[in-house]
């Protein structure tokens, strides 16, 4: 678990994921609640850490992930959002020459 810690920037919740007895291979099974104890509450940070974790994780069955809404938002929507929104801004301002 360091070593993904570690790659990720996020070795300050080290001593946490030792407390808890958490390996790379129970990280997808964590709901919302666990990470709040943890002390990571970033969506996209927690997607970062499941995704690293499989690769590392020795339970390799079916895997499946409580994707919130937030978590959702922040990964797809949000960034489509600006994305559009800055499309938007460049067709105004081509549009005003």
């Given at each position: 678990?360091?070593?993904?810690?570690?790659?990720?920037?996020?070795?300050?919740?080290?001593?946490?994921?030792?407390?808890?007895?958490?390996?790379?291979?129970?990280?997808?099974?964590?709901?919302?609640?666990?990470?709040?104890?943890?002390?990571?509450?970033?969506p996209?940070?927690?997607?970062?850490?499941?995704?690293?974790?499989?690769?590392?994780?020795?339970?390799?069955?079916?895997?499946?992930?409580?994707?919130?809404?937030?978590?959702?938002n922040?990964?797809?929507?949000?960034?489509?959002?600006?994305?559009?929104?800055?499309?938007?801004?460049?067709?105004?301002?081509?549009?005003a020459?």
């Amino acid at each position: 678990m360091e070593s993904i810690l570690k790659k990720l920037n996020m070795l300050e919740h080290l001593q946490k994921f030792r407390e808890e007895k958490i390996t790379p291979n129970i990280v997808y099974k964590l709901k919302k609640k666990d990470w709040s104890v943890i002390g990571i509450t970033n969506p996209a940070d927690i997607m970062r850490l499941r995704v690293e974790c499989i690769c590392h994780g020795q339970d390799r069955g079916e895997t499946k992930y409580e994707l919130t809404k937030d978590m959702i938002n922040a990964l797809l929507v949000l960034p489509l959002k600006i994305w559009g929104n800055c499309l938007g801004y460049l067709r105004e301002c081509s549009s005003a020459e």
